[in-house]
Each structure stands twice: as C-alpha cells, then as structure tokens.
C-alpha cells in the first residue's frame, strides 16, 4: 500500500489548513481500528486553539516546531473503558497507526509525539488538556505540511524474518 511507504516523521511543519471535515475522517479511521475485545477505550482531543497549543509545545520541550500547526489530535485512553487490562497501548497503537496513513493519503505530514510512558508529561499534558484522572493522554499527532521530503528507501530487514521456527 503506497501510504505505508509514504508516511514519514515529520519534525519540520509549515502550517496548512486542516478542515474539520478531515479532522473527523482521521479519527473515523482511527475508530475502526483492529481493538482487543472491542473495548475501543480511546478518547481524542482535537487542538485548535493556540494557547493549548502553546503549552503542549512547551511540554514537550520545543522539540519541534510543531507548534504552528492548525490542528493536532492528542489520543488518550480511558481507564473506565477498558475491561480487560494488558491491550490498551496495543490498541492505541492500531488506532494511531490508522490515522496516520490516512493522514498521509490525504497529503498531510504527522508525528508521532510521545506523552505515555513519561510521567511528567502525562501530568503536563492532563493538566493543560484538563482531563479527568481515569484518561491517560498517549501520544499526540500534529497535522501539517512537510518543509522537507524526509522521505527514504523502505526498510526491511531480512535478518529478522524467521521461517516455522528461529
Ligand atoms: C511510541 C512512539 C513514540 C514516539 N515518540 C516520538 C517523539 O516523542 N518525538 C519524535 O520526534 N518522534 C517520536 N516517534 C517517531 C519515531 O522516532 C519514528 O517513527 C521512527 O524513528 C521511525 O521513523 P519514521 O516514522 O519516519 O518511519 C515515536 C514513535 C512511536 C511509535
């Protein structure tokens, strides 16, 4: 599939306007990802508004200059949705993983921007996004362009391939 090889880190954004409509197809894919018993314990807060913005940057240390982007998507897990303990960063992965190459195949540029595991992060970003004790903010996904083609050859590594056995 010619997202999967499309789709890169994207550590340098110009702005670009995302609409709403885009916003709510990415977290539609995200919704009908592969989730253990069906539990789909996510929540999504869609960021728009600059200050929120601000201080997410500030959290993550001005790593990025993700910050002038129209819109990112922070992906969270709520505790009170799960029934079964031991899937929900796998199940946050698949949902991510769905936004992403929709993301890619509708022209934008993403990151991956962790917040879990790091402690003080999820305190930061609970508190800048004001989220009840029992939502866990995972990752965060900035929506943009790419200033550069951070494109590269497709990997795969043949040595870590086993046949029937190891
Ligand atoms: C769980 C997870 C956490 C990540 N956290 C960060 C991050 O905080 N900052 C960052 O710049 N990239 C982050 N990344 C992106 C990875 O560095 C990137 O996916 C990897 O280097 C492979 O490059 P590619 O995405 O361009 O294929 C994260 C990726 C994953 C899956």
Redesign the pocket.
């Known amino acids: 599939m010619r997202v999967i090889f499309e789709?890169?880190?994207?550590?340098d954004f110009d702005w670009i306007e995302v609409p709403n409509s885009h916003v709510d197809y990415l977290i539609k894919t995200a919704m009908n990802a592969p989730n253990s018993g069906h539990q789909r314990p996510w929540e999504f807060i869609v960021v728009r508004d600059r200050k929120v913005m601000d201080e997410l940057t500030k959290m993550?240390g001005y790593?990025?200059n993700y910050g002038i982007v129209d819109v990112a998507i922070v992906v969270c897990i709520n505790q009170e949705r799960i029934k079964w303990d031991g899937y929900w960063q796998m199940n946050t992965?698949t949902a991510?993983e769905n936004m992403m190459l929709s993301a890619t195949d509708l022209g934008y540029a993403t990151?991956?921007?962790?917040i879990f595991p790091v402690e003080r992060k999820v305190n930061e970003a609970r508190a800048i996004l004001n989220l009840p004790d029992h939502v866990i903010p995972m990752?965060m996904m900035p929506i943009g362009e790419a200033v550069h083609d951070?494109r590269?050859e497709p990997?795969f590594l043949k040595d870590q391939i086993h046949y029937n056995q190891w």
Do not use: A, D, I, P
């Open positions: 789709r890169t880190s994207v550590r993550h790593e990025n992965g991510v990151l991956w921007l962790e990752m951070e590269r990997c």
